[in-house]
């Protein structure tokens, strides 16, 4: 009788986060999307979202917060967050190629003592993920918080322009089990000293227990295996579920990471066994209009300028 009703509280309870991508391979350089929903008892709910996004050699891509809907008592809070200086004094723009700096300030808003994660996730004005900083303060107590400047190290050669930081808060990394306590807090600021970028930003959003993220992945993108890592709490319980996608350089029909003359041989290959209606390889339709042509001997051409390019 007891465990019967136990079971039943179980299944109403029941919390589930799912996941999954426009794609399951993407050429470096592609816009990756990720989407899903939260759902409690099969009923989609409002929450807080922490991706991580892991590249195949273990490093943090993404690390961001999407909300399902509105959210109304976090148990955490971003009271500030901006672009500073060394000292913590606000700036508007930043330097590739130069440290950067944001200074965030945290509170525990729980009624218990909670391990506080601060995490700075930078873009630029491609939409492409660039660097990230963190900070965690273990066990601090209920109403107490932080403030703490981290050094975020810009790269040279990335899109300049309108860029954004965005600021989160997590129990833990996301990968790690950790989930999102407060809704992330968006750091526009102005990217010099490099080429300006094609404002294609970074986009989230979430209502009604759906999430989506959209990330373009860097030039030089590890070759290999992605994973995204999703958790949210709700109600007092914990959920996670994870997802993979493959990183691959475009142009490279051997599928040996590398983007040299013997791809260069396969594409003359195809390009003669399309103009002989003989079967040839779809890796080269670029644009994806099932035909070799001038278009993706153009696409081809600046995928080998970007590999070979320094940044
Ligand atoms: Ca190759
Ligand atoms: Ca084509």
């Not at 971003?78 to 913590?88: E, K, V």
């Not at 050669?157 to 996301?174: D, R, T």
């Not at 003669?272 to 696409?299: C, G, H, M, T």
């Amino acid at each position: 009788m007891i465990l019967s009703t136990l079971l039943t509280v179980n299944a109403q309870t029941s919390i589930e986060l799912t996941i999954s991508t426009a794609q399951q391979s993407y050429n470096r350089g592609d816009v990756v999307t990720v989407s899903g929903k939260l759902l409690s008892a099969n009923q989609t709910v409002t929450g807080l979202i922490g991706i991580a996004v892991v590249n195949t050699q273990g490093e943090k891509l993404v690390i961001r917060t999407v909300a399902t809907g509105t959210i109304t008592n976090p148990k955490g809070a971003i009271t500030s967050a901006y672009l500073s200086d060394q000292t913590g004094d606000e700036l508007t723009s930043v330097i590739a190629g130069e440290s950067a700096y944001f200074t965030i300030s945290v509170t525990n808003t729980d009624s218990i003592p909670r391990d506080l994660l601060a995490a700075i996730n930078v873009y630029d004005n491609n939409g492409v993920p660039i660097s990230s900083g963190s900070i965690k303060h273990i066990a601090i107590a209920s109403g107490d918080g932080f403030t703490a400047t981290l050094p975020v190290k810009i790269p040279s050669g990335v899109a300049g322009g309108s860029a954004y930081a965005y600021a989160g808060l997590y129990s833990e990394w996301p990968n790690q089990g950790g989930y999102p306590l407060a809704p992330e807090v968006s750091i526009p600021f102005t990217l010099t000293g490099t080429t300006i970028g094609s404002n294609q930003l970074s986009t989230s959003s979430g209502n009604q227990g759906t999430y989506e993220l959209s990330f373009k992945l860097p030039n030089k993108a590890t070759i290999g295996q992605d994973t995204i890592y999703v958790t949210s709490r709700f109600n007092g319980l914990s959920t996670s579920n994870m997802a993979s996608f493959t990183v691959k350089q475009p142009g490279d029909a051997n599928e040996d990471g590398v983007l040299d003359f013997n791809d260069l041989v396969l594409f003359a290959n195809s390009w003669i066994a399309y103009y002989e209606d003989r079967p040839w390889n779809q890796i080269f339709d670029f644009n994806k209009d099932s035909k070799l042509d001038f278009n993706d001997l153009v696409e081809f051409a600046n995928a080998w300028i970007i590999y070979y390019s320094e940044v």
